[in-house]
């Protein structure tokens, strides 16, 4: 059971996945670099109902240095767009920090009862999203360096979200 703020329409978690990607150019070529990974890698975006076990939202195949998670968000017919036009939000980490389409945990070191119990409730549904994405990178494709294109990366990432979908059904 989650207790959700009564004035939010929250539908979806959202969340982005660091993928190891062969980059061909020593140095790395920094538009590619992940700090997560620390090395060259290309991001996705997945979205997560906070209703149903379904992954509703794949967006991404893009290089992780040049792409952090909210620009992924904001790109012409992505995420943000498709939430203001539902008039909808969607609950994210701090990485989307900026967004009023977007729901992030306060930061602040004190917080009344209020907001402490507002930020256990993001966080409640960030771990169940987290629990996908742990689920998507039993993949070894998507945890391994990828040695193909770009597009071929991208099918394969589809290929395993449709899967891990499957799976939690």
């Given at each position: 059971?989650?207790?959700?703020?009564?004035?939010?329409?929250?539908?979806?978690?959202?969340?982005?996945?660091?993928?190891?990607?062969?980059?061909?150019?020593?140095?790395?070529?920094?538009?590619?670099?992940?700090?997560?990974?620390?090395?060259?890698?290309?991001?996705?975006?997945?979205?997560?109902?906070?209703?149903?076990?379904?992954?509703?939202?794949?967006?991404?195949?893009?290089?992780?240095?040049?792409?952090?998670?909210?620009?992924?968000?904001?790109?012409?017919?992505?995420?943000?767009?498709?939430?203001?036009?539902?008039?909808?939000?969607?609950?994210?980490?701090?990485?989307?920090?900026?967004?009023?389409?977007?729901?992030?945990?306060?930061?602040?070191?004190?917080?009344?009862?209020?907001?402490?119990?507002?930020?256990?409730?993001?966080r409640r549904l960030l771990a169940r999203?987290?629990?996908?994405?742990?689920?998507?990178?039993?993949?070894?494709?998507?945890?391994?360096?990828?040695?193909?294109?770009?597009?071929?990366?991208?099918?394969?990432?589809?290929?395993?979200?449709?899967?891990?979908?499957?799976s939690m059904q």
């Amino acid at each position: 059971y989650v207790d959700a703020p009564r004035d939010r329409k929250i539908l979806v978690t959202v969340d982005g996945i660091d993928c190891p990607f062969h980059e061909p150019c020593r140095p790395v070529d920094p538009a590619y670099l992940s700090h997560k990974l620390k090395r060259a890698g290309l991001r996705y975006e997945v979205g997560v109902s906070i209703y149903s076990p379904r992954i509703c939202w794949v967006a991404g195949g893009v290089p992780c240095g040049a792409n952090p998670d909210l620009r992924i968000a904001r790109k012409e017919e992505g995420l943000i767009d498709r939430l203001v036009q539902n008039e909808e939000q969607a609950a994210a980490d701090n990485g989307y920090d900026g967004e009023e389409s977007l729901v992030t945990p306060i930061r602040d070191s004190e917080l009344s009862d209020v907001e402490k119990r507002y930020n256990r409730w993001i966080r409640r549904l960030l771990a169940r999203h987290e629990n996908v994405n742990k689920r998507l990178k039993d993949f070894q494709i998507l945890t391994t360096i990828f040695r193909h294109s770009k597009n071929y990366h991208n099918t394969c990432f589809m290929a395993c979200a449709v899967l891990t979908q499957l799976s939690m059904q």
